[in-house]
């Protein structure tokens, strides 16, 4: 099978394209990325003199680039996105850019080039926030709360609407709250292992209160897998971990495996429209495709918590912006430009 994985050079993208290649380890695989902050070649490196796997630089937005890269793909993964909502609260435009707009271009390339099975890659944020009982299934109705996920929401509606309109073969995913290797370290969990590592204080939206359901980034492939194994087209199916803890818990939990003490713990002003509780059921996933998570959180962390103190290089590089430099150096040295 051929492939054409969006974004795959970001956290979950990378993670998939390994999965899926030590899966299936005779497809071929083209990684679409523009390399935006989030990007990083290094993700990949292991890949570079794999047979059948190709690495395009490229925004979604860019009709003709998608159109070149699309050539010849069976299957469409789409993770490229801005992801972060801190970020969607101070600059929102870059979010409708690349996550409505860069989508809708994708759904038309892939149409024109017919593809079989389009995979949506999107999240439970979509559903907005919920009180203290209930879990998000795919009948939730949406009701996004900050620029981030209306952007996502709005890819969704499309999608569907594609769906309905042209027949296009799209399956819709919401993930719970993604943690493990090579996660960007603004987000929440490699932030505070990295902060904790250092000794510095870990600071902590509001009251601490607000749950996530957290689901191991390998789980969330596992999911992702299945559908392009068996899902059918215009379906929708959520990806939980099983997994509802408090963030106070996160951090407690990440001072305890650093070895510091939870005194690190800043509580700092609340982050505007901050959703306070999310929670999966994927019980549609378990029913048909078989999708089970396979560890917790607190079986996890400490492994997490050891690739990231075992990859200082890789997560002092981004610190330091010096990733950014990572593609122009790989290619120059391979006779290719930027
Ligand atoms: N992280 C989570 O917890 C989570 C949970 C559920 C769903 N998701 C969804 O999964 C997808 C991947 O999330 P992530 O956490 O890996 O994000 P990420 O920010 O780590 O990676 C995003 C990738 O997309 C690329 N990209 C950004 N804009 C682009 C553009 N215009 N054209 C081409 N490439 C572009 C970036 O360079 C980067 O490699 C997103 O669609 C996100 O909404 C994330």
Redesign the pocket.
């Known amino acids: 099978m051929r492939l054409l994985v ?8 990378s993670n998939f394209v390994q999965f899926w290649l030590d899966r299936h380890p005779a497809d071929e695989l083209v990684v ?5 902050y ?3 070649l290094e993700n990949l490196s292991d890949l570079n003199d794999r047979r059948g796997y190709r690495f395009v630089k ?4 860019d009709a003709e680039a998608v159109r070149r890269a699309m050539d010849g793909g069976e299957v469409v993964v ?7 909502v801190d970020r969607s609260i101070v600059g929102p435009q870059v979010f409708v ?3 409505v707009v ?1 989508s809708q271009v994708l759904f038309d390339a892939a149409r024109e080039a017919g593809v079989r099975l389009f995979v949506h ?4 944020e979509v559903y907005g926030s919920l009180g203290s009982t209930g879990r998000f299934s795919e009948e939730t109705p949406y009701a996004p709360g900050n620029p981030y996920s209306a952007s ?1 929401a709005a890819s969704d509606l499309l999608a569907l609407a594609y769906y309905k309109t042209f027949g296009f073969p799209v399956v819709i995913t ?5 943690y493990g290797p090579y ?2 370290p603004e ?1 929440f969990i490699p932030l505070f292992i990295l902060r904790a590592m250092e000794g510095k204080p870990l600071p902590l939206y509001g009251d601490g209160l607000n749950v996530r359901d957290w689901i191991h980034v390998r789980d ?1 492939c596992l999911g992702l897998a299945l559908i392009v194994e068996r899902g059918k087209a215009g379906e929708t199916y959520n990806f939980g971990g099983d997994c509802e803890r408090t963030n106070l818990e996160i951090a407690r939990r990440i001072c305890e495996l650093a070895g510091r003490s939870d005194a690190l713990i800043q509580f700092v002003k609340d982050r505007p429209g901050h959703d306070r509780r999310y929670a999966i059921d994927y019980a549609k996933a378990a029913r048909e495709l078989g999708f089970a998570p396979t560890t917790s959180i607190e079986a996890a962390l400490p492994e997490v918590f050891r690739w990231y103190a075992d990859h200082e290089p890789w997560w002092r590089h981004i610190l330091s912006g010096e990733y950014q430099n990572f593609y122009a150096q790989w290619y120059a040295e391979r006779g290719g430009g930027t």
């Open positions: 969006t974004g795959g050079a970001g956290f979950i993208g679409f990325d523009a390399l935006t989030a990007g990083n490229g925004r979604i937005e789409h993770f490229a996105a801005e992801s972060f850019t690349t996550n860069g890659v999107s999240t439970d996502k919401h993930g719970s709250n993604n996660q960007f987000k969330h």
